[in-house]
């Protein structure tokens, strides 16, 4: 079974250009979540969607951060424009409506702003 | 807000047991996870707990006691491969039932 699937795995780019971060969450999963990981702060939930409406996007830093999520299959983090200190590794996580199901983790993107 | 605290490394030798520490406050405790992270990799998830007690699987086992907002992990029979960082999650009915990661706990085990 295909997990979650984040694309780039990689990014390099110069401040103040968008970034665009993809997932494609697990089939049939209700809840999708972005996180960002750093060495400082650790795994912060940046939002969450359920069923495709976003529910909660208090863990966003800033008006440059956007998420849109059009359909059960795809979800995208939007950067614009970006800064430095936006370099982290932004995971996509999916889970089954329940809240004793796991959350399963994307392979990441790492995000380098130069 | 949570607050959630856990050892930032620990050092052990291939075939003991290592047992990692979480100790949290929330408002609405709703369950715990523990996830696993090789570096450069993906969270995997570990074991879930909602009630107090053990819970087993295989070489790992997880403990949860509500009234002192602790939690542990334990690895038994360690491996090489058991290297890497232990991350425990509290879901809080409060928050959102959302999930909040503790900042990890680095496992070296050597031979």
């Known amino acids: 079974d295909a997990g979650v699937i984040q694309s780039p795995r990689h990014e390099v780019t110069e401040m103040g250009q968008e970034v665009t971060l993809r997932c494609k969450p697990i089939?049939?999963?209700?809840?999708l979540f972005w996180y960002r990981q750093t060495m400082m702060r650790g795994l912060e939930l940046l939002i969450y969607?359920?069923?495709?409406?976003?529910?909660?996007d208090s863990g966003m830093p800033e008006d440059r951060f956007s998420a849109k999520m059009p359909n059960a299959s795809f979800s995208t983090l939007k950067i614009q424009p970006s800064e430095p200190r936006d370099s982290a590794v932004y995971f996509c996580?999916?889970?089954?409506?329940?809240?004793?199901?796991?959350?399963?983790f994307g392979d990441g993107t790492r995000l380098s702003i130069l | 807000g949570q607050n959630i605290d856990q050892p930032t490394e620990m050092t052990a030798t291939e075939g003991a047991i290592v047992q990692i520490n979480c100790t949290y406050q929330t408002s609405g405790f709703n369950g715990l996870f523990w996830y696993q992270q090789h570096a450069g990799e993906a969270p995997t998830f570990l074991s879930y707990?909602?009630?107090?007690g053990l819970e087993e699987k295989g070489r790992f086992s997880s403990f949860l006691s509500r009234s002192k907002g602790y939690s542990y992990l334990l690895l038994k029979e360690l491996q090489m491969k058991d290297s890497a960082s232990y991350l425990c999650a509290v879901r809080d009915q409060a928050a959102g039932n959302k999930l909040t990661f503790g900042g990890g706990t680095r496992v070296l085990v050597k031979p």
């Open positions: 089939s049939g999963h209700d809840y």
């Open positions: 996580a999916s889970r089954q409506r329940g809240n004793n199901q796991p959350q399963h």
């Open positions: 707990n909602v009630l107090d």
């Open positions: 969607f359920n069923n495709n409406v976003p529910i909660d």
